[in-house]
């Protein structure tokens, strides 16, 4: 809500994989199958996130690849984004109805055409100024590279702290 009245202010979009099933099955392989589906993005930074935090291991831990997360421009620079995507963050497990411990992303500088690639359409220079400034961003909401790939990072949900500064620190929309 802006102003009182509810305005789209970006995009959001992921893709939920339940690992505790594939975990109690013991299917790793139908894993690797169905990310295969998936584009090689997704695929990547899923089983990176699989082998960081070994994931899949035990009784399996759920998995959110958080594919697209857009502001517009005209609301960005207010506090909007980090607002937004703290409550993504606090109510992942909500919205796909199961239980979330890992968010998985690709910081990258994205448009609103989502066939812009950022390596192959953008100054490199230019680039990894918006990569390094993403990064920031991502981690003051508790995201940290992956070391098996710092080119990604992800959120251990067990890990976060929800303490009253964080939610003081965010800016209220209306």
């Given at each position: 809500m802006i102003n009182g009245k509810e305005e789209i202010v970006g995009e959001l979009t992921g893709h939920f994989f339940n690992l505790?099933?594939?975990?109690?099955?013991?299917?790793?392989?139908?894993?690797?199958?169905?990310?295969?589906?998936?584009?090689?993005?997704?695929?990547?930074?899923?089983?990176?996130?699989?082998?960081?935090?070994?994931?899949?291991?035990?009784?399996?831990k759920n998995i959110y690849h958080l594919d697209r997360f857009y502001i517009y421009p005209k609301y960005r620079g207010k506090g909007t984004g980090k607002i937004i995507?703290?409550?993504?963050i606090r109510n992942v497990s909500n919205y796909v109805q199961d239980d979330i411990r890992y968010i998985g992303l690709f910081p990258d500088p994205i448009t609103d055409d989502i066939e812009f690639d950022s390596k192959e359409d953008m100054d490199r220079n230019k680039r990894k100024v918006l990569v390094k400034n993403l990064k920031k961003f991502y981690s003051s909401l508790g995201f940290v590279e992956m070391k098996v790939n710092p080119e990604y990072m992800y959120l251990d949900l067990n890990k976060l702290k929800w303490t009253?500064?964080?939610?003081?620190?965010?800016?209220?929309?209306?």
């Open positions: 505790s099933i594939l975990s109690k099955d013991k299917k790793r392989d139908e894993l690797i199958s169905l990310l295969h589906y998936y584009d090689e993005e997704t695929f990547d930074i899923c089983r990176s996130l699989v082998k960081e935090t070994s994931c899949l291991k035990k009784q399996g995507l703290d409550e993504f009253k500064k964080r939610l003081s620190n965010s800016l209220k929309l209306s």
